[in-house]
């Protein structure tokens, strides 16, 4: 009985008005960073050091509420933006303001409705709103890839000047990514590299459990097309490894076992290691390792060809200047494009330009962009640790936004996109009108930010306030702007937290022995 849990219980209102203080308190932290005038938050770390950030995500995770329910209507609304972030790499702050907004609208002007017709109200206007961003987005090039990065890393023009020109360095084919530097100065690096589908596997393997990455400097790069069914096939090289002090990245498919095993020697510190899957099965199989081994110099191990994993020698293993493994994938930095597959390109340049079926051209599309990737590194720099955090933030984030951008396209910002939606679209139950008035929050708290309190509504659909001039302008002439899909992300995933904390009658939260003063 000394390891029961007990329970305490809200129900009805008291449970929504606790989940809804939560709520409140984060929304209020998280949304003051909004904006072209949105404001730092000083947070403390466990270890009692003061960190300055205007990352709304890094503010929202930091939140612990006293309150176990509050802390659990403050934890739901995180998973919006959590989710937001991992689906476009950011509008977290935009997700949180929208999420509150919502819950606020619908518990306001819906208390008798039934929770099920709000919900099917609320996705039904979330259809409607996407359909109108879409129809008005812009797609991406030029200049204003350097706005989107420069709105993304919360209006830093040099910072979003360097990251564009990263962006238009690389291509559409190419990756770009991010790193420290040892200086004070902010630089871009190019260099050769290759995206590759497949990423962390297991956890265990992190470098970087936060960010859930897996990051090798120089390791050796060990590719097998069979299974590796047991640890003792490894012997050999991994006791190579070992003693040559070597990171080992490993390309196969492996037994459990295998995993198990070299999860455990990582975490002991007897061996730097991650592996990734193969490909997946296809006729782009052999393909896709032929040309990672080309890149890496490795020579690909098939035991089903007759080939002894017991047997691999430290000349069939491949190297590489980095390999960072994320749940998208595994960017692999070589030194410089070898000789034959700068062959291979030529050659493959030459069949697609001869290919007349859809399907070889996409297949060679895919092929040159494995093969001839560029990669962009951002080398964040700073005076300060404190600096180089929040800079870093912000570089991760505008990065993010940038690649959504170029993917999907881009709508007016500054919450304009929305405000247009909500004023376009005919609402036809009392549920969608909640969700289309909810929607105008982001430019309020915009407007909140910046300390402007009237204003002329735009006329015209892409119009709206600069809040640094206090003009009314075209905003994605201007290069105020914001990603379409980081705004469709948003709005999702905001309705869909916001749609299941209304139906919610009761919460069930752990009893705290000592809570303290509330």
């Given amino acids: ?126 259809t409607k709103v996407i359909k109108f961003l879409e129809d008005n987005s812009t797609l991406v090039d030029g200049d204003m890839i350097n706005n989107v990065a420069t709105i993304s890393s919360n209006n830093d023009k040099s910072l979003g000047n360097l990251i564009g020109e990263a962006f238009k360095a690389v291509g559409n084919t190419g990756i770009v990514s991010m790193e420290e530097s040892t200086e004070p100065e902010t630089t871009v690096e190019i260099v050769d590299g290759i995206h590759y589908s497949q990423g962390l596997r297991q956890i265990h393997f992190a470098t970087d459990s936060d960010k859930t990455k897996a990051e090798l400097n120089n390791p050796l790069v060990l590719i097998v097309e069979s299974e590796i069914p047991n640890i003792r096939k490894m012997t050999t090289i991994l006791e190579y490894v070992i003693k040559n002090n070597k990171p ?31 490909p997946i099965f296809g006729v782009t199989r052999k393909e896709v390792l032929h040309d990672l081994a080309l890149l890496t110099g490795a020579t690909v191990i098939n035991e089903d060809l007759g080939d ?20 998208e994938g595994t960017i692999i930095q070589i030194d410089e494009t070898p000789e034959e597959a700068k062959e291979l390109i030529v050659s493959l340049e030459e069949k697609l330009k001869n290919a007349k079926l859809p399907g070889f051209k996409v297949a060679y599309e895919k092929r040159l962009a494995r093969l001839s990737a560029k990669m962009a590194i951002v080398k964040v720099g700073a005076n300060s640790e404190i600096e180089l955090k929040e800079k870093k933030d912000r570089v991760e984030d505008a990065i993010c936004a940038t690649k959504a951008a170029i993917k999907e396209g881009i709508v007016p910002g500054g919450g304009i996109a929305l405000l ?83 139906s919610t009658d009761c919460v069930i939260n752990n009893l705290r022995a000592n809570e303290g003063s509330r």
């Fill in 1 to 126: 009985m000394s390891d029961t849990i007990v329970k305490n219980l809200n129900f009805g209102s008291d449970a929504k008005d606790k989940i809804f203080k939560g709520i409140d308190k984060l929304t209020k932290a998280v949304s003051s960073t909004l904006g072209a005038s949105g404001k730092c938050v000083i947070l403390e770390d466990n270890a009692g050091k003061p960190i300055i950030t205007k990352d709304g995500v890094t503010v929202a995770n930091t939140i612990i509420l006293l309150d176990s329910v509050e802390n659990m209507g403050a934890t739901l609304l995180k998973e919006a933006a959590r989710k937001t972030v991992r689906e476009a790499g950011d509008g977290t702050t935009t997700a949180t303001v929208l999420a509150h907004a919502i819950l606020h609208e619908a518990s306001n002007n819906l208390q008798n409705e039934n929770p099920r017709v709000i919900k099917q109200g609320i996705d039904l206007a979330v």
């Fill in 248 to 278: 080992l990245l490993i390309i196969a498919n492996c037994d459990q076992q295998v995993y198990s095993a070299l999860a455990m020697n990582k975490i002991k510190g007897n061996i730097k290691v991650n592996i990734i899957d193969s």
């Fill in 308 to 327: 002894d994993i017991d047997l691999i020698e430290p000349e069939h293993l491949g190297t590489c200047v980095k390999a960072v493994s994320t749940n």
């Fill in 420 to 502: 247009n939606a909500s004023e376009n679209i005919k609402a036809n139950n009392a549920s969608e009108q909640a969700l289309l008035t909810a929607i105008k929050s982001p430019f309020a708290t915009i407007l909140s930010n910046a300390g402007i309190e009237k204003y002329n509504s735009p006329k015209n659909i892409g119009e709206g306030l600069d809040v640094v001039t206090g003009n009314m302008v075209n905003m994605i002439k201007a290069g105020i702007i914001d990603p379409l899909l980081v705004t469709k992300s948003a709005l999702i995933n905001a309705a869909s937290v916001a749609t299941t904390i209304l």
